[in-house]
């Protein structure tokens, strides 16, 4: 199955960015996404591109975060520009294979990446 790591969380000051990153084993097959999840708060979805380039945002982030992938270094990339103290989660990396691979794939994650937003 897909290993996914992801690195680039840290510390940053409202108004600043942070640039993270989550390396896949193999990554064509798979519609990538990030997430985030606050402390006492439900998991949510940040951001998500597939295979066939069609993006989501969450509304609160539209504008100030672009996610892309890069196919050859089999990463996917989320930059946060403008970040803001809500912004303030652990992010997760999350692969889910194309239905034609679902038989022999399964959804993976990251280990989570911690990003605090505080001045």
């Known amino acids: 199955q897909v290993q996914l790591v992801e690195s680039g969380g840290g510390l940053v000051q409202p108004g600043g960015s942070l640039r993270l990153s989550c390396t896949a084993s193999?990554?064509?097959?798979?519609?990538m996404a990030w997430y985030r999840q606050a402390p006492g708060k439900q998991r949510e979805l940040v951001a998500r591109?597939?295979?066939?380039?069609?993006?989501y945002y969450l509304d609160s982030v539209k504008g100030r975060f672009t996610i892309s992938i890069d196919y050859a270094k089999n990463s996917v990339n989320l930059q946060m520009n403008d970040v803001r103290p809500e912004d303030t989660a652990v992010y997760f990396c999350?692969?889910?294979?194309?239905?034609?691979?679902?038989?022999?794939?399964?959804?993976?994650w990251g280990q989570g990446t911690q990003v605090t937003v505080s001045s």
């Open positions: 591109i597939t295979t066939t380039d069609n993006i």
């Open positions: 193999e990554i064509n097959i798979y519609d």
């Open positions: 999350k692969a889910t294979p194309q239905s034609a691979w679902r038989a022999v794939r399964s959804d993976a």
